[in-house]
């Protein structure tokens, strides 16, 4: 049974995962890939097991930052994004993420999202006014252990306004669009999603009340992530939204988050020019899933120098015993079980070789 963040995830049938997907904006960079070369492996894992995973990966093509880099671009929000997207979809390609089983995209879920806004308003949990829909957010920040000016911050800094609606907790589910943004009809008016919306719109449209897994990056636990499941388990009843979450460690470069305002993205194509995929994989891979990362250029030779020894390893007999014994790879497989523990799994398979390694290989595709 696999275990994230320490509690067992038990699946009777299916497992439904929902991974949070890209703006596409930009191209992917180091720290956008991370995250979702984790949640491939969190996949890979469970199907090793014989767990049948259905993954649905978003893509959040209504968002302002979107608008804006678009129309910097001279485009139409929507054939900006579809370009944007097909680069996405060839880095990850290209870094063996596993394609996933659904993938909606934002513009495509308005009447999901207006829906969701409507069944809100009816059951208390949201108020309209001069065209918004505002979500009820008290309780939200303290069932994510936040402060008020944590929270405060942190919502301001994602694009919520605290002063716009009845209480600095509260967050639009949907806003009234400007001339030159994009917009949808509805009963309060033209407007368009707000971002926690889409997500808990997709998911519930794609799942159902309820996930197993929830994955996405760490700097998207709040308000993002709090907010999607305080709107689905409002409107539901159903709680917990999510069993269990991935949230992963953000990439970092010289010292600070990788962003574009920062000035030190790391491109994730740039590397795949030069080195195998295998290593970008295991580069990726290298501090537990939870924690944080800087990248350093050198830690990328140090993961193709450890590939190779992984690939020796995987051509020669367990460790004196006879290969069919299967010990090692057992130990391989609790490791990955044990909270995606790969740095234990790899450090087994380098020692014991055989089919330990090539269990590693073949379940990190390192190939």
């Known amino acids: 049974m696999l275990t994230i ?26 720290g956008h890939a991370r995250t979702f070369v984790w949640a491939d492996v969190a996949v890979r894992v469970l199907r090793h097991v014989g767990v049948p995973v259905e993954v649905c990966r978003n ?10 880099a678009a129309r910097l671009a001279g485009r139409p929000y929507d054939s900006f994004a579809a370009v944007q997207q097909f680069y996405f979809d060839r880095d ?22 207006v829906a969701l806004a409507r069944a809100l308003l009816e059951l208390g949990h949201a108020y309209e006014r001069d065209g918004a829909v505002y979500f009820r957010g008290a309780g939200v920040r303290e069932r994510a252990g936040l402060g008020p000016e944590e929270a405060a911050r942190l919502l301001a800094e994602f694009g919520d306004d605290p002063a716009d609606g009845d209480d600095p907790a509260d967050v639009a589910v949907w806003r009234p669009s400007a001339k030159g943004e994009p917009g949808w009809p509805s009963e309060w008016g033209d407007g368009r999603p707000g ?43 159903v709680r917990p939204f999510a069993r269990s979450w991935l949230h992963v460690g953000g990439g970092r470069g010289d010292g600070a988050k990788m962003a574009k ?8 194509a740039d590397l795949l020019r030069h080195h195998p ?19 350093r250029p050198g830690d990328l030779e140090k993961a193709e120098a450890r590939l190779e020894r992984l690939h020796r390893a995987a051509s020669r007999t367990a460790a004196g015993r006879p290969a069919a014994s299967g010990t090692g790879e057992r130990a391989v497989v609790r490791a990955l079980l044990d909270d995606l523990d790969v740095a234990t799994a790899l450090e087994i398979a380098e020692e014991e070789g055989g089919q330990a390694a090539r269990t590693v290989i073949a379940v990190l595709a390192l190939g």
């Open 5 to 30: 963040g320490g509690r067992p995830l038990p699946v009777v049938g299916r497992a439904r995962m929902y991974v949070c997907g890209i703006t596409p904006y930009d191209t992917t960079h180091l």
């Open 59 to 68: 893509v959040t093509d209504v968002d302002d930052v979107l608008t804006s």
């Open 92 to 113: 990850m390609a290209a870094l063996r993420v596993h394609p996933v089983t659904y993938e909606p995209r934002a513009h495509t879920y308005v009447p999901q999202v």
């Open 195 to 237: 971002w926690h919306a889409e997500c808990a719109a997709m998911a519930l449209t794609t799942y159902g009340p309820a996930l197993d897994l929830h994955a996405g990056g760490a700097d998207l636990r709040f308000p993002h992530h709090a907010y999607e499941a305080a709107m689905a388990e409002a409107v539901t009843g």
């Open 261 to 268: 305002s920062a000035g030190n993205l790391v491109f994730t």
């Open 277 to 295: 995929a295998g290593a970008v994989r295991l580069l990726l891979l290298g501090h537990p899933w939870a924690d944080d990362w800087d990248y």
